[in-house]
Structures are given as C-alpha cells and as structure tokens.
C-alpha cells in the first residue's frame, strides 16, 4: 500500500472521534471570524458549546452558493489575509462568481485527497500523469497536478485545448494517465483517430481521471472500449476543495469520501432533514480543518447517497454514489420531470449513437419543444436514407421508453456537435421563463 492511502483505513470509532473533535475546534473558529455564520446561529439559538456529538451538527444553519454569492469576495473568508496562499473561483454561467480563498494548510489537504484518489486508482510514482484540466480559477487543473506530484508522478502540464499538440506530448512522454472532463476525453478520442493514433498501439495509456461534469456508466463504458484505458471517477467541488474530494475505488460501484477532512450528510432537500445512510437526497458537506473559508453544512444540490456496508477494499471511508444529477439540472418538459443522464443513458444503448449529443428546449406560444440532436458514428454514417430513418426510430423508442416522451431526433454527422475543452454544455434552453 503506498503510505499517502493509511488514512483510508483509520478504524471508524477513531474516525468519528477524529472527525468530532476537529468540529470542536472548527465551529467556533467559524463562530468568531464569520459574522454570517454567527448570526445565523444566534437565530437558530445554537452556540458552538451545542455540538457534543456527531448528531448535534444538524443543528446548525446550512450554506449556500447564494451565500457566497451575497457576501463576494471575502465575507466568508475566516483566516487573515497573511495566511491566504491562494483564491479559486468557480463562475457558474449567471450572477457572480464565487471565491474561495485557501491557506497553505487547505491546500495540502486538497492536495492529499487527490493523491489519495490517485493511489486508490493503482496510479504510482511510476506513471506520468497529462493534466488536460483547465488550469486556472478552475480548481481541475491545479488540483489533479498538486495531487500527482504529491504521490511522485511526472506531471506534464497541458491544461485543455491545443488538442493535436496534446495527442503528440501524450506518446513522446510515455503519457500513462490522462486527467480532464470525460467530454473533452471523447474529443480528444476523436482528434486521435483522425490523426491516425490508435490508444492502444500507440500510446501509453492506462487510466483516466475523469470528472467536474456528471457522466454516466455507459459513457464510461463507450470510453473504456474506444481507448482501452480504466476511467476512474473523481469528484469535488470548488467550495469544498476541487477535484480529490472523493474518488471510487476498483471494489465498488461509489465513492469514497476523504471523511477525515469532509464531511458528508445527505439531506432532504425540502424537509432539509438528515436523511440515512442508504437514502438519497441532497448531498451536503463540512469541511473539517480547512480554515482559510471553511464551508460548514454546504449544500451541494447534487443528488447522492451515502452507501450502507463495508467496502472489500477494506477502505473505511463511506461511499457515495456516482452523481448522475444535481437538483437544479432536472428539466421539467410537459410536465415530467427530466435528467439529462437519463437521456444520455438511453442514447448510449443504440450503438451507432456517438456521445456527442445535445438537448434543445424551446417554446411557442402554447408548448414546449423538445429536439435532441445526437451525432452518429463514423460507421452508421451514409447516404442511405432508410437505414437512418430505421436509426431514428431506435433512437426515439430508447428515449420514449424511458423518458415517456417523444422528442424530435435529430441525426447529425459525425463532428458537427460543439465540443468543450472543459465542462461540456449538454442542454440548451431558449424556453420562456
Ligand atoms: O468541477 C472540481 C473538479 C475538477 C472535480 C476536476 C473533478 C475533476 P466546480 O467547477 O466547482 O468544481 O464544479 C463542481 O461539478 O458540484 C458537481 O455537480 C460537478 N462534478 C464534479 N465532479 C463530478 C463528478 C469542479 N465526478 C460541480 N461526477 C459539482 C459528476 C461532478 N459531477
């Protein structure tokens, strides 16, 4: 086992004292320096003297994006400006952005929880790790290097785009682990096939660290059959840390949150009650000892839920599930209520579908409509009007069986779908509000 993994396996009474007591320490470390967060908790009538178990954090207020919008730049920041090393910011497509100052001492625990990601991958110092995440505000870039230096990799720092160049560093260096969006990986995909690079003849490629975008199982599959390599998940959030929050280990089908810095409920998220292990709701997280903006009950909006029963890898660290969704993501067309993973779900169970897709939602007067162009593969792509019309209709029942509605499909030619360097834009939305 490489080192930087023992904490995986703390026993979990010590890991429940550990995580008790670093609350002791951080809630009124939050109390005193941010004033938000102290009135909030002078409303609810909790001091930070009430949290005496584990159980008595659900006490305390919950916060928000719409928190750290309204008090941009530096309200919730806890530490003085000397000890602040650096700032993310995660902009989201409306209002302002978020910012998320960090001591040296949050960052080495980011840094750890992506190393540790990494190892559980099997990834080691053997390996030399290409950063296409944007590097940047974006916390991907940053974070996934940090990680793989941690755990001794040679890192090659292309951050995204210059898409060619990437695909000729990658077999140069012996390039055996690829980090960036699994949607800028399918471009990459196919720039290498009309380069006439082949991943597994001609390059070195064994992992994927792929993320910051919800992907589902079958586009995992479609990436682990085009290029041979293992695509493992990683997850995270900018108020929380980036990339290395969680990470799933080759044992199960979840996640492993990093528990000993980030603490995960799920919620109700109507009732905002705590929910069970084993019942899904919105994912909710403290972070335990960062300190330059400690996030304490920050609600997600992704949907999750924390497994039940131990992992075989023997990991004590609990597992969430993989997120295919976040609550502000579901669309509601004629009335049902839509994922857009459930739509990518079913475009991936036609094999000729490739995963460039898009959904398209506009409006007259009086109805909603609902087109989903979807590109098709090399292969199926002809000129023969009544094998298309036939993949049309495949197309459409997979979508109508799931979804129940029948949206207008749209065949288009291979490449002819934006691609994204980094987090991919599935849905485009032009109905009146
Ligand atoms: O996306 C951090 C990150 C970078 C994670 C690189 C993984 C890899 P934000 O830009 O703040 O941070 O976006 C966070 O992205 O709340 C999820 O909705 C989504 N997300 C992140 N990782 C995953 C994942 C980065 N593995 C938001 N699966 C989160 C599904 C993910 N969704």
Known sequence: MNPISKPDFTPVPELRKMQLEKLQKLIPYEYEHVALFRR???????????????????????????????EYPLGLTAAPMRDIVRFHCSSGTTGKPIC????????????????????????????????????????????AHYGAERLGCAVLPTGAGNTEKQIMLMQDLGVTVICCTPSYFLHLATV?????????????????????????????????????????????????????????????????????????????????????????????????????????????????RLQTGECPCGRTMRVMDRIHARSDDMLIIHGVNVFPS????????????????????????????????????????????????????????AVKSVVGLSPKITLVAPGSLPRSEGKIKRVIDNRRK
């Not at 909790?46 to 305390?60: E, G, Q, Y």
């Not at 900018?238 to 603490?263: K, R």
């Not at 959904?359 to 090399?378: G, P, R, Y």
Request: glycine share 10%; with cysteine; net charge negative.
């Open 100 to 143: 998320i100052p960090s001591t040296q001492g949050d960052l080495d625990i980011w840094s750890e929880g992506a190393a540790r990601c990494l190892a559980m991958y099997g990834i080691t110092q053997d390996d030399v790790v290409q950063v296409s995440y944007g590097y940047g505000l974006f916390t991907g870039g940053l974070g």
């Open 192 to 304: 290498a096939e009309k380069m006439g690079v082949d991943f597994r003849r001609d390059t070195k490629l064994k992992h994927g660290v792929f993320g910051a975008e919800p992907w589902t199982d079958e586009i995992r599959t479609r990436i682990e059959q085009i290029s041979g390599i293992t695509a493992h998940d990683i997850y995270g959030l900018t108020e929380i840390a980036g990339p290395g929050v969680a990470g799933n280990c080759p044992y199960c089908h979840g996640l492993h949150i990093w528990e000993d810095h980030f603490y995960p409920e799920i919620i109700d998220p109507d009732t905002l009650e705590v929910l069970p292990d084993g019942e899904q709701g919105e994912l909710v997280f403290t972070t335990l000892d960062r300190f330059g903006t400690p996030m304490i009950r920050y609600r997600t909006r992704d949907i999750s």
């Open 40 to 70: 909030r908790c002078d409303e609810k009538g909790v001091k930070p003297r009430d949290l005496v178990t584990l159980a008595d954090l659900a006490k305390f207020p919950f916060m928000k994006k719409t928190d750290l919008r309204d």
């Open 342 to 397: 459930q739509i990518e779900a079913c475009l991936m169970k036609v094999p000729e579908a490739a995963p460039h897709y898009q959904i398209l939602l506009s409006s007259t007067d009086t109805m909603d409509l609902f087109e989903i162009q979807v590109e098709i593969t090399a292969e199926a792509f002809s000129d023969d009007m009544r094998a298309l019309e036939g993949l049309r209709r495949r197309v459409l029942d």
